[in-house]
DNA sequence: GTCTATAGGGGGATAGAC
DNA sequence: GTCTATCCCCCTATAGAC
C-alpha cells in the first residue's frame, strides 16, 4: 500500500503526525458564505470526487466508504452527514457523469458557427466528447469506465439519460450522411455504438505526456472519417479470398 | 434476483426441491476416462467459465465464490479442492483470456496465404480480434472488461503477455505502413491502442442478433482503413476555423 | 459537522464428515 | 470430490459524544 495521496480541491488539511489531533482553525458563528457555496457543499464535492476518482480506478464494489473518506480526509462515519448511502454516491456521480458528457458535445456543437459543415460538427463533438473523458471531468470517465458493470436496477435507472446521449450521435451521424460527406451504406447505429464506445475506451490508455487532447482528437476525427489507409493505396483486393458478408441489419 | 440459470458445458445437476438431497447416480469405481480428461478436469473447467462469465458481468471484486460456486452448480467450500482460492481462479481466467486472443490473432494471420498484403493481415487480425472477444470465448471478453481495474500486482503478472500481444499488432501496422498501404503520418502506438481499444469495446455493445461477428469485422476494418467519409466529400474546410494541433510525439 | 465505537451482515477460507 | 458448518475479517451503516 502506497503513501495515501489526497485531493486538493481546497487547502489540503493536515496530515499531522500520529496520536495527536491538529486544532482546528476557530470558525466564526456565520462565516461570509464563500462563492462556492457554504462548507457542508463544499464538503459533499470533495466525497464526491474521491469517490469519482476511485470509482474510476477499482471499480464499484472494490472502493470501500473508507477508501473514500480517507482521500476526502474525513473519517468514514462522517459521510453519512452528507448521504444517506454508497448507493446515493454512486447515483450522484453517474448522473454529473453522464451530464457532463452530454451537456460538453452539445454546447460545444451549439457553439459553432451556424454556417459549420455536419462534418465540423462532428469533429467537433469527437473533441467535445474526449476533453469531457481526458481532461474536464472525474466524474465522466467515472461513468465510462464502471456503469456496464452496475447491477441492472441501477443502469436502469440511467438508461434515458444514455439513450438520449447516444441519440443526439446519431442524429450527427445521420445528418452528415444526409449531406453526402458520409457513405451512404454506413449503418449509423452500429456505427455511433463504435464511435462512443472508441472514446470511451481511450480513458484506459490515454497518456497526457505523450500527446494533447486535441491532438488525439484530431488524429481520430481523420482516421475515421478519412481512413487510415494510404490515398490511393490498394487495401483490398478483389480476389474475393476474404469475403465480408456485411447484409445483415443493425439495431 | 432472477431465476438461477447455470453452465450446462454436461449434463444439467439437479435442482431438487427443499430438504431432500437427491440420490446421486452410483459411480462406477473406475470409470473409463472420457476424451475431455477426468472428472476433477472437467469441474475444475465448470468453475473457470461461470468465474469468466460472472467476472465479466459484474467485474472481480462484484463476483463471489458463492455465485461462482451456484453457476457451476456445487457448494462454495467444494471450489477449494481445485483452486487454492479466488485469487487463482482470477489468474487462470486472465491467463485463458489473453492466450486464446494471442494466439487467435497470430494464427488467423499466419494461416493467410503468403501473399496476402500487410492491408489483408490487418483485416484479418480484425477479424480474429473481434471473433475471439464475441463469440470464441468468455475468457477473453472478461480479460478486456476487467483487467485495468485489477489491483496492480496482478496487471503487473499479466502485463508481459498484454505488451506482447500489443508489440504484435504494432508489427502488423508497420508492415503496413511500410508497404505504402497506410499513411505515413500515422503515430503507430497511439493508432494501435485505439484500434484494439476500440475492439474490446464492443464486448459493451455488441448485439449478435442484429449482425454477425464477421460482418462487425468487415465494417471496422473498412472504417478504419477507407474511412467513413464518402469519398470525395469534403469532410473539412480549409478555412482553419477548427485548428487541430497535431505536432506532440506519442508514447 | 465530524469524531469514535460498534452493530450487523456478507464473503473468503478452513475443517471434518461422508 | 463434494458436502455442511463455521471462523474471522472487512465493509456498510448507525449511535452518541463533542
Redesign the pocket.
Known amino acids: 500500500m502506497e503513501p495515501k495521496p489526497r485531493l486538493q480541491t481546497k487547502a489540503p488539511r493536515n496530515d499531522a503526525a500520529k496520536g495527536t489531533?491538529p486544532a482546528r482553525a476557530p470558525r466564526s458563528p456565520k462565516p461570509a458564505a464563500n462563492l462556492s457555496g457554504?462548507?457542508?457543499a463544499e464538503?459533499r464535492r470533495q466525497i464526491l470526487l474521491a469517490a469519482a476518482s476511485l470509482f474510476r480506478e477499482k471499480g464499484y464494489k472494490a472502493?470501500?466508504?473508507?477508501d473514500v473518506?480517507e482521500l476526502a480526509?474525513?473519517?468514514?462515519?462522517?459521510m453519512?452527514?452528507?448521504f444517506?448511502?454508497?448507493?446515493a454516491i454512486l447515483r450522484e456521480v453517474l448522473d454529473v457523469g453522464i451530464a457532463t458528457i452530454d451537456e460538453a458535445v452539445r454546447s460545444a456543437v451549439a457553439a459553432l458557427p451556424a454556417d459549420a459543415t455536419p462534418a465540423e460538427r462532428l469533429r467537433e463533438a469527437i473533441r467535445a466528447d474526449l476533453r469531457a473523458l481526458l481532461q474536464t471531468s472525474q466524474y465522466t470517465p467515472a461513468y465510462a469506465r464502471i456503469y456496464n458493470q452496475l447491477p441492472a436496477t441501477i443502469k436502469r435507472r440511467d438508461h434515458p439519460r444514455r439513450l438520449a446521449y447516444l441519440t443526439y450521435w446519431r442524429e450527427l451521424v445521420f445528418a452528415a450522411q444526409r449531406a453526402g460527406q458520409l457513405r451512404d451504406d454506413l449503418p449509423v447505429e452500429v456505427f455511433v455504438e463504435f464511435l462512443v464506445g472508441a472514446m470511451s475506451r481511450t480513458t484506459e490508455w490515454f497518456n497526457p505526456r505523450a500527446a494533447s487532447v486535441d491532438a488525439l482528437a484530431g488524429w481520430i476525427a481523420e482516421w475515421i472519417l478519412d481512413g487510415v489507409g494510404r490515398k490511393g493505396a490498394v487495401t483490398r483486393q478483389a480476389t474475393g479470398r476474404l469475403p465480408l458478408p456485411m447484409i445483415e441489419a443493425a439495431g
Not at 472502493?63 to 473508507?66: E, H, K, Q, W
Not at 480526509?73 to 462522517?78: D, K, V
Request: no cysteine.
Open positions: 489531533r457554504d462548507k457542508a464538503t472502493t470501500t466508504l473508507r473518506a480526509g474525513m473519517g468514514a462515519g462522517s453519512y452527514y452528507h444517506a448511502s454508497k448507493d
